[in-house]
């Protein structure tokens, strides 16, 4: 029986800039950075969340063709995937704090259904949404 989800991959253009976007911009922890045959597994965690790692993955060889990879890659740097929804207990100060290490939002804290959005883009192109949940 599945018990939990430890791992997802977040495709990335480059790996090291991916790296210190996510540590040194978001203030996520790295877990794991070694070489297995050629393979860089680099995953990331929030400080509180060490039980869930993001893998750092460039789309190519192994897991993917280069061909693919390229065209995995392409869409990731126009933007055109959603890479999830980090939350926070203040939207609007976690909007300012990003802001002022250069994090690119596509838009600023809005009031939703669900709570207070803001989305951003990552170093390559991803999209996420930053949620402060206001329901019960």
Do not use: N
């Not at 509180?48 to 740097?77: N, S, Y």
């Not at 802001?99 to 803001?118: H, N, T």
């Not at 990552?122 to 402060?132: P, R």
């Amino acid at each position: 029986m599945i018990k939990r989800l430890s791992h997802a991959g977040v495709p990335v253009l480059d790996q090291d800039s991916a790296k210190a976007f996510y540590t040194e911009k978001l203030g996520l922890e790295v877990r794991t950075d070694v070489t297995m045959d050629g393979f860089r597994w680099l995953t990331v965690s929030p400080h509180d969340q060490p039980d869930l790692e993001f893998i750092l993955v460039r789309p190519g060889p192994p897991m993917h063709d280069e061909e693919t990879g390229a065209q995995i890659r392409a869409l990731v740097a126009k933007g055109a995937i959603g890479g999830g929804v980090w939350e926070t207990d203040d939207c609007k100060a976690t909007y300012d704090e990003l802001s002022a290490k250069g994090v690119q939002f596509l838009q600023e804290p809005a009031d939703r259904p669900y709570g207070i959005e803001a989305v951003f883009r990552d170093d390559s192109g991803k999209w996420f949404s930053l949620t402060q949940r206001t329901e019960g």
